[in-house]
Nanobody, 123 residues
Framework: QVQLVESGGGLVQAGGSLRLSCAAS????????MGWYRQAPGKQRELVAS???????NYADSVKGRFTISRDNAKNTVYLQMNSLKPEDTAVYYC?????????????????WGQGTQVTVST
């Protein structure tokens, strides 16, 4: 079993910063890709940023230059540093990881999601 726990959301004024964290625990053999998604009320969930196992990153156009994704492999943790926040960044943010887990007889890869953390940016 694998669990992802997020932290770091909250209320911030426009122009401010927040740092989200997402830590994975459990039977982890390795972590492939990591990413952050967000879902605003009435909208579909969208990719914000992702990072491959090799360190390649990808960002939504709306956050380029403001958000930075990073990872700490030793801690099985992914971060999202969010600067120059705007009201339109308000959403529930979810982390997602593609993790190779294991049993006594096999390894398998699955996608896991965090529980979500609310980010609210006020004007």
């Amino acid at each position: 079993q694998v669990q992802l726990v997020e932290s770091g959301g909250g209320l911030v004024q426009a122009g401010g910063s927040l740092r989200l964290s997402c830590a994975a625990s459990g039977r982890i053999f390795s972590i492939m890709s990591m990413g952050w998604y967000r879902q605003a009320p009435g909208k579909q969930r969208e990719l914000v940023a992702s990072m491959s196992s090799g360190g390649n990153t990808n960002y939504a156009d709306s956050v380029k230059g403001r958000f930075t994704i990073s990872r700490d492999n030793a801690k099985n943790t992914v971060y999202l540093q969010m600067n120059s926040l705007k009201p339109e960044d308000t959403a529930v943010y979810y982390c997602k990881m593609a993790i190779v887990s294991y049993t006594s007889t096999q390894r398998y890869t699955s996608d896991y999601w965090g529980q979500g953390t609310q980010v609210t940016v006020s004007t």
